[in-house]
């Protein structure tokens, strides 16, 4: 540094970049930290688990690590029936805690004091696993430990329930994330103008725990936050994931057939080859009707997928 | 080049390493862009390759953009240090082997993170979508070696003072490191929510605003007075293009995410902050053309001064677009849609893909003492480019504006997607051209390496270029 002009240049350098980041990282971290969970983010976290992309226990993005989301209506421990059905997210022993679990502060004041104190979150523990209750039961929505609180074992709710009433929701979040849905589709509707087709953008606190949020930037496609509002038809959603021409002949989405697997619902293998000779056919016009979609088998991963985009609601 | 790994540092010719930054940047160069040519296929006709996990759109849209803002964008810069850097000290590269490793650890590096990209493992998280621990590589055997060869050279320098390319050079390696650094936040500790997408997008607008411009800006100061042999016009306009991208470019993140649920604050003052980016922009695009004074007859005769220039007119298109767009006022209009597309590729493909063309042409030659293979092929190259650029550039801007206008008249969206079909078709073959063209460059570059004809010592390829 020969000059003195360097000198004081690099400080003011440092002063400005230092000034940059308390401005755009220090201040806003203040106003993000004070946001409170929604019953929204509950789910959201509840459902998704730790994280919906790249983690240790799911390198390949498979889906692995995940809690279900159960409907349970009957108590798992009396088995009388419930007064009303809820959503129970299961975790399975060794699945890794929910965000809020193991970081109450990123639930926000109040709910985080409500969670610990009444959910009794922090006796979750990932060797036993647990059951995760949304309690709406007072003014703000808290995270409870079925497990602690009522005695819920992930093996006694999972026991009892039928699988239509199980979504695989994580692992559906993980198969949307690896397959880029949102390099196409957003889960943002903007403020601005999206309100009467897409539906309400979100609120602060809709996102408190979420791994990776997965907005998207790019839009080709409609926006898929409130999609399962618009349209919950499973059957839907199946053909058009299967091959989207066959239900909007003009979209531009690709086929996400091959996330059937070899097999579908009643255990036959699927002939993709053939079904595709014959959806040619069908689109020459030789043949009056498009051949049938196979149903997707109880584990693949088109069902995950789907049990993901009708929860979006 | 690989027989250098293991050599001793003196052993091994000045400009080896830059060599080897430039011959794998072209080569990034022709993949990345072949990659953006498929999934432009795949999006004017979806049934193009379908119904493979490993062809669809979502595994491979993300290595485009990492091939070619990693590997040819970012290489071409490492290239573009290696070279100019110790030209402007007029001393030696610090470390000669350093470079070379950290070419061959940037190659198999990028190489191996793609592929993980490609098969699906991501962060979901856009720009910054590698796994924690290939950003973990990135860190440690990419961007730091590059930061300590840049500044070990600078301060080993034998002038004085330091030329305006080094101070950006210097910063830009700095800064990228922090920037890599913290905006991987969320992955190193996992954090959450708001905060990662916040973080995501701070990383996103950085990268570009702190690396890649800056970084491209610099190679103009450098090529157009060493070509031209005018002066730099004003050492006082460098200096307040350098401080506003200091100041200015480093704030507006939350421009990118105006319809999240961020502080209206930081929304406000992001917007602001990002009309304040015309400052830097209009002090280096009239700082290059005042130096052009009295040589604009090289703008058509010089191929490397002509990349130079096409890419700093560029800049004026690219700032306005970048400057105004992100206000409240434009913003909800073009948001998401094939607008922005239409912008990244104005700023990397237009803006700073010429400028890094003009410093790999210029430094190739110049490192190999060998004129140009063959000039018809790179004006060939020069004009697919820009050719190839325009048509992309105008057909996404048009079906960006239809999206709008979709977006808020509330048309159903699968009209929107009929309407886009042409200029979809458009962009696929103004992309495909660009990829020809950069494959006319390599075997370009090959031929020169291989048969150009040797320049005599103490003259510079440019003076020699229509000679036969
Ligand atoms: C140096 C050259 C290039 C650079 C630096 C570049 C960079 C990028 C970037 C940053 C994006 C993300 C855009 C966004 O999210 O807004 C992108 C997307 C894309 N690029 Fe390129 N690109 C280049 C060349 C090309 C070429 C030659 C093609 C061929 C057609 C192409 C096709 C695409 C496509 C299809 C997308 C996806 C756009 C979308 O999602 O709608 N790119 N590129």
New binding site residues.
């Given amino acids: 540094m020969a000059f003195r002009e360097y000198k004081v240049g690099a400080r003011m350098f440092g002063f400005s970049l230092g000034t940059s980041m308390c401005i755009t990282l220090l201040f806003p971290s203040f106003d993000i930290a004070a946001s409170v969970s929604t019953d929204v983010a509950l789910d959201k976290q509840l459902s998704a688990g730790w994280d919906a992309g790249f983690q240790l226990k799911d390198p390949l993005l498979l889906g692995w690590n995940k809690p279900l989301k159960v409907l349970v209506k009957n108590d798992p421990v009396t088995n009388q029936p419930l007064a009303e059905p809820i959503y129970a997210y299961v975790y399975k022993p060794g699945t890794s805690m929910p965000n809020g679990a193991t970081h109450t502060d990123s639930l926000g004041e109040g709910v985080k004091q409500l969670s610990i104190e009444q959910g009794k979150v922090k006796e979750a523990k990932e060797a036993s696993g647990a059951v995760f209750l949304i309690n709406k039961s007072g003014k703000l929505p808290y995270m409870e430990n079925a497990s602690a609180t009522r005695g819920w074992t992930p093996g006694d709710v999972l026991k009892g329930v039928a699988d239509e009433d199980i979504s695989h929701v994580g692992a559906g979040k993980t198969m949307f994330v690896r397959e880029g849905c949102w390099?196409?589709h957003t889960l943002l509707p903007e403020q601005t103008q999206d309100w009467q087709v897409f539906g309400a953008p979100p609120m602060l606190g809709d996102f408190n725990g979420e791994s990776p949020t997965a907005f998207g930037?790019?839009r080709?496609g409609p926006d898929l936050l409130h999609v399962g509002s618009r349209n919950a038809s499973r059957e839907w959603m199946m053909l058009h994931f299967f091959n989207p021409r066959l239900v909007q002949p003009h979209s531009i989405m690709p086929r996400f057939d091959y996330l059937w697997g070899d097999k579908d619902a009643s255990g036959q293998k699927i002939d993709f080859d053939k079904w595709r000779a014959e959806y040619n056919d069908y689109r020459e016009g030789k043949n009056p009707s498009p051949p049938d979609v196979p149903v997707p088998a109880k584990d693949s991963e088109a069902r995950k997928l789907i049990d993901f985009i009708l929860s979006l609601k | 080049m690989l027989k250098y790994l293991f050599a001793k540092n003196e052993d091994i010719p000045a400009g080896s390493a830059a060599i080897f930054w430039g011959f794998s940047s072209i080569v990034w160069?022709v993949i990345?862009?072949g990659l953006?040519?498929f999934?432009?296929a795949k999006?004017a006709f979806p049934d193009f390759v379908t119904g493979n996990e490993m062809f669809a759109f979502g595994h491979m849209?993300q290595v485009?953009?990492h091939a070619?803002?990693f590997g040819?964008?970012s290489m071409a810069f490492g290239m573009a240090m290696m070279y100019i850097t110790p030209a402007l000290g007029n001393t030696k590269l610090w470390s000669e082997k350093l470079g070379i490793w950290n070419a061959f650890l940037w190659n198999v590096g990028l190489s191996l993170g793609l592929t993980l990209l490609w098969i699906g493992m991501t962060s979901g998280r856009?720009y910054s979508d590698f796994p924690w621990f290939i950003d973990l590589y990135i860190a440690v055997f990419m961007a730091v070696p590059l930061a300590i060869n840049v500044w070990m050279t600078v301060l080993t320098r034998r002038t004085q003072g330091i030329y305006t390319t080094n101070w950006f050079f210097a910063a830009g390696v700095f800064m990228v490191a922090i920037v890599f650094i913290v905006g991987n936040l969320p992955e190193w500790f996992h954090l959450t929510g708001l905060t990662e997408a916040y973080l995501t997008w701070w990383f996103a607008h950085n990268v570009l605003g702190l690396w890649i411009t800056p970084v491209a800006a610099a190679i103009a100061y450098y090529t157009i007075p060493k070509v031209t042999g005018n002066p730099l016009y004003s050492h006082r306009i460098g200096h307040l293009h350098f401080w506003s991208v200091v100041v200015f470019y480093s704030t507006p993140a939350a421009h990118h995410l105006m319809s999240a649920p961020l502080p209206e604050w930081l929304k406000s003052f992001a917007s602001v902050e990002g009309v304040l980016i015309l400052v830097p922009a209009i002090a280096f695009v009239s700082n290059i053309m005042l130096t052009m004074q009295g040589k604009w007859n090289m703008f058509v005769e010089n191929l490397e001064v002509r990349f130079t220039i096409t890419g700093v007119l560029l800049a004026i298109p690219l700032n306005m677009q970048g400057g105004f767009q992100q206000t409240r006022a434009i913003n909800w209009y073009v948001h998401g849609t094939?607008w922005?597309?239409a912008?990244?590729?104005l700023a990397?493909?237009g803006f700073?893909?010429f400028l890094e063309g003009a410093a790999v042409y210029l430094g190739l030659q110049t490192l190999m003492k060998r004129k140009l293979y063959s000039l018809t092929l790179g004006n060939m190259h020069f004009w697919m480019l820009l050719i190839?650029f325009s048509i992309?550039w105008t057909s996404?801007t048009i079906a960006g504006l239809i999206q709008g206008a979709g977006k808020i008249y509330e048309v159903p969206y699968i009209d929107v997607v009929i309407a886009e079909h042409p200029y979809m078709i458009a962009?696929?073959l103004?992309?495909?051209m660009?990829?020809i063209s950069n494959v006319i460059w390599l075997y370009n570059m090959w031929m020169t390496a291989r048969e150009g004809t040797v320049v005599p010592a103490g003259r510079l390829p440019h003076e020699i270029a229509y000679e036969r």
């Fill in positions: 390099w196409c930037s790019d080709k | 160069f990345g862009t953006g040519s999934n432009a999006l849209r485009h953009v070619v803002i040819w964008i856009e094939g922005i597309v912008h990244a590729h990397l493909l700073s893909t190839g992309y996404m962009r696929w103004g992309g495909t660009v990829f």
